[in-house]
Nanobody, 115 residues
Framework: QVDLVESGGGLVQAGGSLRLSCAAS????????MGWYRQAPGKQRELVAA???????SYSDAVKGRFTISRDNAKNTVYLQMNPLKPEDTAVYYC?????????WGQGTQVTVSS
């Protein structure tokens, strides 16, 4: 099991930027996939971005070209740089790690984008 702690959420105006961080409780070097999901009120949780240990990237169409996922193995941390933000990006953002059959989630961080 990997404990994950997200930070960096907040309130920002449309067009602004935020960087989310997800700190893992252990070395992430061998973790296969790390990613960010989000869940808006009344909607299902959806994939935002994912990054594998081999460096493969994937983004949802809604954020492609605006968000960037990265990982720092030395700090056991994965990041999500978001800009420019839109009101429709408002959601709780969750960090996820998958290693084989095991999936762990963070507690979530709120991102609110005002118009």
């Amino acid at each position: 099991q990997v404990d994950l702690v997200e930070s960096g959420g907040g309130l920002v105006q449309a067009g602004g930027s935020l960087r989310l961080s997800c700190a893992a409780s252990r070395n992430i070097f061998t973790i296969n996939t790390m990613g960010w999901y989000r869940q808006a009120p009344g909607k299902q949780r959806e994939l935002v971005a994912a990054l594998t240990a081999s460096g493969r990237l994937s983004y949802s169409d809604a954020v492609k070209g605006r968000f960037t996922i990265s990982r720092d193995n030395a700090k056991n941390t994965v990041y999500l740089q978001m800009n420019p933000l839109k009101p429709e990006d408002t959601a709780v953002y969750y960090c996820m790690v998958q290693n084989g059959p095991n999936v762990d989630w963070g507690q979530g961080t709120q991102v609110t984008v005002s118009s």
